[in-house]
């Protein structure tokens, strides 16, 4: 119940960084975070599939470079459908999803470290041995 929760505020954390250090994509206010990592969810979850089957040869042809338009599209749909969120030049075009995707990456491992020590209950240091 929480990891799709966390999972959203990982991407909209990721939107945020991809505001700062991308010229070309501005995000308003968290909320608008929020809503643009929920409807990137979605579209990547449906629409992109759609437009990788479709654009396959071409993919094959570009050896996968092609994904980076896809990925572009798909970023581009979700900034026309958030007010709030949006995305000018070819930079901000091909350039935010890469680093929203390295930024997602990053978030996501620490919110799982943290997760998983937290659930665990029981934390160990690298040099204990297990208890006999």
């Known amino acids: 119940m ?3 929760l966390l999972t959203a505020v ?3 954390l990721s939107l945020l960084i991809v505001d700062l250090v991308v010229p070309g994509v501005d995000i308003a206010n968290f909320p608008a975070a929020v809503i643009a990592a929920l409807v990137i969810g979605l579209i990547n979850g449906s629409v992109k599939p759609v437009l990788s089957t479709l ?3 071409l993919n094959f ?3 996968g470079a092609f994904s980076l338009v896809i990925n572009g599209l798909c970023f581009w749909l979700a900034a026309v459908l958030v007010p709030g969120f949006s995305v000018h030049g070819i930079i901000g075009f ?3 999803p890469v680093i929203l995707s390295f930024a997602n990456t990053f978030i996501n491992k620490y919110f799982a470290e943290k997760n998983l020590a937290l659930t665990s209950g ?3 240091t690298q040099g204990e041995l297990p208890s006999r």
């Open 2 to 4: 929480l990891t799709p």
């Open 10 to 12: 990982a991407t909209a």
């Open 55 to 57: 654009s396959l040869p």
């Open 61 to 63: 042809l570009t050896f």
């Open 94 to 96: 091909l350039l935010g």
């Open 122 to 124: 029981d934390v160990k």
